[in-house]
């Protein structure tokens, strides 16, 4: 995929779109059917609470983590010769793109998260796959994955407003390339660091239908309170390491 795209192809078929759902729809350019949300799915003054809440909780958050952000960097760098930190193109609201940055977990040569992919013959869905003993991700790696130490960067992106602390994840875009147009109504709202499919499961949660059916259940049911029992709950499931790997 060219970098400099900033829409997402939408795919032909467009039978399954139910547009009052998913406040987007489908427009050409040039003649190529592409992405497009006419408006969000929150807006108004619960557009304004959420952007608040992430501002000030991610704020608070990057004062406090911060020393322990540092000491990661500096793990990483004693850890494994590369950078300190990863950074991939995922698919935002909108199904924009922008670039999302880790903590790197992976060897410098094999940090290509991407090109870890499987797909699922009976749901005919290309998934991205995350393995307890990838042998590309490096000793530190481990325990970074493990306790979501390597997301911390991604406070950054919120405050920037690429993201937001409670959302669907932002989606690889060669799996977006595949995603049946029903699947776009994920990106109707800002993508996330943690989102319900996360705290209900996380990767044991194999099906990526079933994940895109639990981001649209976020949608329709979205309230401030439902982002602080998300937040809450990826607490509790950090620190017992529910499939995280």
Same mark, same amino acid.
Request: charged share 25%; glycine share 6%.
């Given at each position: 995929?060219?970098?400099?795209?900033?829409?997402?192809?939408?795919?032909?078929?467009r039978s399954e779109l139910r547009e009052h759902d998913l406040r987007a729809g489908?427009? #050409? *350019? $040039?003649?190529? =059917? /592409?992405a497009q949300v006419r408006e969000p799915a929150i807006d108004g003054l619960d557009?304004?609470?959420?952007?608040? @809440?992430?501002?000030?909780?991610?704020?608070?958050?990057?004062?406090?983590? *911060?020393?322990?952000?540092?000491?990661?960097?500096?793990?990483?760098?004693?850890?494994?010769?590369?950078?300190? @930190?990863?950074? &991939?193109?995922?698919?935002?609201?909108?199904?924009?793109?922008?670039?999302?940055?880790?903590?790197?977990?992976?060897?410098?040569?094999?940090?290509?998260?991407?090109?870890?992919?499987?797909?699922?013959?009976? *749901?005919? &869905?290309? *998934? @991205?796959?995350?393995?307890?003993?990838?042998?590309?991700?490096?000793?530190?790696?481990?325990?970074?994955?493990?306790?979501?130490?390597?997301?911390?960067?991604?406070? @950054?992106?919120?405050?920037?407003?690429?993201?937001?602390?409670?959302?669907?994840?932002? #989606?690889? =875009?060669?799996?977006? #390339?595949?995603?049946?147009?029903?699947?776009?109504? /994920?990106?109707?709202?800002?993508?996330?660091?943690?989102?319900?499919?996360?705290?209900?499961?996380?990767? #044991?949660?194999? $099906?990526?239908? &079933?994940?895109?059916?639990? $981001?649209?259940?976020?949608? /329709?049911?979205?309230?401030?309170?439902?982002?602080? /029992?998300?937040?809450?709950?990826?607490?509790?499931?950090?620190?017992?390491?529910?499939?995280?790997?």
């Amino acid at each position: 995929m060219n970098p400099d795209l900033n829409l997402i192809r939408y795919p032909d078929d467009r039978s399954e779109l139910r547009e009052h759902d998913l406040r987007a729809g489908v427009e #050409e *350019s $040039d003649g190529i =059917p /592409r992405a497009q949300v006419r408006e969000p799915a929150i807006d108004g003054l619960d557009r304004l609470v959420k952007r608040l @809440f992430d501002l000030v909780i991610s704020t608070c958050l990057l004062i406090v983590l *911060s020393p322990l952000m540092l000491l990661t960097a500096l793990l990483i760098k004693l850890d494994s010769p590369g950078t300190v @930190f990863f950074r &991939q193109q995922r698919v935002g609201e909108g199904a924009r793109l922008f670039w999302m940055v880790k903590f790197r977990s992976m060897f410098a040569c094999a940090d290509q998260e991407a090109t870890h992919t499987h797909y699922n013959a009976s *749901s005919s &869905q290309l *998934s @991205f796959v995350k393995t307890p003993y990838d042998p590309r991700v490096t000793r530190l790696g481990h325990f970074l994955r493990r306790t979501s130490l390597d997301e911390l960067p991604q406070l @950054f992106s919120v405050l920037k407003g690429d993201m937001s602390l409670v959302g669907p994840r932002p #989606e690889l =875009p060669q799996l977006v #390339e595949h995603y049946e147009p029903w699947q776009f109504q /994920r990106f109707a709202v800002p993508q996330g660091m943690t989102g319900w499919w996360q705290v209900n499961g996380r990767m #044991e949660r194999g $099906d990526p239908r &079933q994940r895109v059916e639990d $981001d649209l259940f976020y949608i /329709r049911n979205y309230s401030l309170w439902l982002d602080v /029992r998300i937040l809450l709950k990826t607490i509790l499931a950090v620190i017992h390491g529910e499939g995280a790997y």
